[in-house]
């Protein structure tokens, strides 16, 4: 037996007394062949971590918290992420506004209105289909659509068209994950409230929804966590990808968002990844550190509402 | 008051709000079918307008270079495959390997601590792995064994690729496995078949088509990704068709990059910025041919149990 447990079931017993008192190497190697395939991939993870980690030290070693607040910049030794975080930020936002209450929305009507019929069953293999695009024709739908033909509203390359694409960009995701959140809700919970009188949207708005909640809303943190280190379409749907740019000069918040240039995280990363001069190299590694703590902090509220919820 | 004299009917009000949130969210549905139209519509606009504007011979040129007006889709596509199959050498060994341990051998504690490690692995962001292939392991580990490798390589960002598509293929493949009924394995064991014989006689094939799916769809995200690609393997300018894995060359998803990388200047032969469109909608055709192709194999093995 390779995996011996603490009460044997009968299974067990008779396949131990079968096999006797003989040692499987066959069994063994086996064992041991798919656990190896499972540290494998643990290893190229705390490989990639901790040469990260290796390669951007000095940067945090000697500017500190300096580079975490600076603009970009040529100079290698000048140039931080505060630009690329910006973006990020507000790009999120955007999903958030825009990808939430779409995909919850939709997910709703295929899992608790929609017959099975013709159009339902189109609409969600449609969902899979586009779940499977690869990213970066997103990006040319979102250069097409929201950077040329919809300039009017998103002033071409600024934050609204990348927004607006990484938000279609998930969408289908979104349904996915608050779809599977819907289904896991006990059809008896619905029965119930039918049974005391209430309409539909009723039952959705006080005893649905309150439960999948916790699931839809892990479910949707995890995708703009997605959204967060996704960087192909935004070559596409205008993010700067240079060493320098600035404000719009003399504006406030909202001018920067609705006409400003932009950049995010991960494109700041690829740009510097691209640099030929070696000083770009600890700062790139150092930006990946900030990318991989931010996502970290995304996936631990993801995980914290998770166990808040199952708490209950 | 007696049951007759009840209007069940109910409140008009109360019904007229449950059409108007029913259309709300419908609405919402039929959204994401615009977005697929939008796709559609955006890419073949321009992708005929690029084939219009061009000869067609030049789609067999010598090698890649748009802005030469040499688009040669044998270099793309013959480095995509390459790119693809390098990282599905890469994936399916460790990703089914992972997935059968964490199915059939891991007890609920280890797979409880194992399962979440490789669904961080999920979670690195593509741009990661593009930096970590050009400036891990093509010098610390391809150099090593090949002396000759480029500094920007096929074969550094296939691993790269098949490194990010491991939690996919694993986690497809286990819930295929998980879903195998324990009654197949209790037959196994009944007719004194001893564990491995089980996993691998008796649920992988029962498996198969689901870890076939997971196999396709790892494919499928292969070619479609990016970011590694346009990092690790030479994005910049354009390639001939090469067949050694240890030099530089570029995808399609790498050619769409470094086309996008240049959008605002780009200058060149006619047809040089709308080539991307073109060579997206391929893109996009082959990862819906493979998807489609997926999900027949998911069905197929959700009939069986």
């Known amino acids: 037996m390779t995996v011996p447990t603490k009460t044997p079931t009968t299974k067990e017993l008779v396949s131990a007394s079968i096999s006797g008192k003989k040692t499987d190497v066959v069994g063994a190697v086996v064992a041991f062949v798919l656990l190896l395939s499972i540290f494998v991939s643990l290893g190229i993870l705390v490989t990639l971590l901790a040469d990260m980690l290796i390669k951007g030290w000095s940067v945090f070693a ?11 910049s040529p100079d ?29 929305g939709a997910a709703i009507y295929l899992e608790e209105y929609a017959q099975d019929t013709r159009l339902t069953r189109f609409i969600v293999a449609n969902m899979r289909n586009l779940a499977g695009v690869p990213s970066i024709v997103y990006g040319l739908l979102g250069f097409a659509v929201f950077v040329q033909l919809l300039s009017g509203i998103t002033n071409g390359r600024t934050l609204i068209s990348g927004g607006l694409t990484l938000a279609v960009l998930v969408l289908p995701i979104m349904m996915i994950t608050a779809s599977e959140a819907l289904r896991a ?128 | 008051m007696t049951t ?30 615009v977005v697929s139209a939008a796709i559609v519509l955006s890419l073949i606009g321009r992708a005929i307008g690029y084939l219009l504007e061009i000869d067609l011979s030049q789609l067999w040129a010598d090698g890649w270079f748009p802005r030469r007006g040499r688009f040669d889709l044998r270099t793309i596509v013959w480095h995509t495959l390459v790119v693809s199959a390098i990282a599905m050498l890469v994936a399916t060994p460790l990703g089914l390997g992972a997935s059968m341990y964490l199915s059939e051998y891991a007890s609920p504690r280890a797979r409880r601590i194992l399962k979440p490690i490789i669904e961080v692995l999920a979670g690195i962001p593509s741009v990661v ?13 391809l ?36 879903a195998v009924p324990s009654s197949l394995r209790e037959a196994s064991y009944g007719l004194g078949a001893q564990k491995w014989r089980t996993s691998l006689s ?104």
Do not use: C
């Not at chain 1, 500017?63 to 603009?71: A, E, K, W, Y």
């Open chain 1, 62 to 72: 000697d500017r500190g918290f300096d580079f975490v607040t600076s603009p970009l």
């Open chain 2, 143 to 178: 150099s090593t064994f090949f002396p000759g490798t480029q500094q920007s390589n096929l074969l550094a960002a296939g691993i790269g690729v098949g490194i990010l598509i491991i939690p996919l293929v694993a986690s497809v493949s286990e819930d295929a496995m998980r």
């Open chain 1, 76 to 104: 290698p030794a000048r140039a931080g992420v505060s630009q690329g975080i910006f973006g990020s930020v507000i790009l999120m936002v955007f999903v958030v506004v825009v990808a939430f209450p779409l995909g919850v």
């Open chain 1, 185 to 312: 809700v006990p059809e008896a919970l619905r029965q119930a409230s039918y049974g005391v009188g209430a309409t539909k949207w009723e039952t959705i708005r006080h005893h649905v929804l309150p439960v999948a909640l916790p699931a839809i809303l892990t479910g949707s943190v995890l995708t703009i966590a997605r959204a967060f280190g996704e960087s192909a379409p935004l070559l596409l749907a205008g993010a700067v990808l240079s060493n320098f740019f600035s404000a719009p000069a003399g504006t406030g918040f909202v001018t920067h968002v609705t006409e400003g240039d932009y950049t995010a995280l991960p494109i700041v990363v690829f740009n510097w990844a691209r640099q030929p001069q070696k000083e770009f190299v600890a700062i790139t590694a150092a930006g990946i550190v900030v990318l991989l703590v931010l996502l970290l902090l995304v996936n631990g509220a993801a995980i914290y509402i998770r166990d808040r919820a199952s708490r209950k």
């Open chain 2, 202 to 305: 008796v649920v992988f094939p029962a498996a198969l088509s689901g870890i076939v799916a997971s196999l396709i769809l790892g494919l499928s995200r292969a070619i479609g990704e990016t970011m590694v690609v346009a990092i690790a393997a030479g994005a910049t300018g354009g390639s001939l068709l090469q067949v050694n894995p240890l030099n530089g060359g570029q995808t399609m998803t790498g050619a769409m990059a470094s086309l996008a990388i240049g959008s605002d200047q780009v200058v060149g032969e006619a047809g040089t910025f709308d080539s991307l469109f073109f060579v997206g909608l391929l893109l996009f055709f082959m990862t819906l041919g493979l998807n489609i192709m997926s999900e027949r194999f998911v069905k197929r093995f959700r009939q069986r149990y």
């Open chain 2, 129 to 141: 792995l593009g930096f970590f292939a050009l400036k891990f392991i093509t010098p610390n580990v």
């Open chain 2, 4 to 33: 007759a004299a009840l209007n069940l009917s109910g409140d008009p009000k109360r019904k007229r709000r449950e059409r108007r949130v029913r259309t709300v969210f419908q609405a919402a549905a039929v959204f994401s079918v």
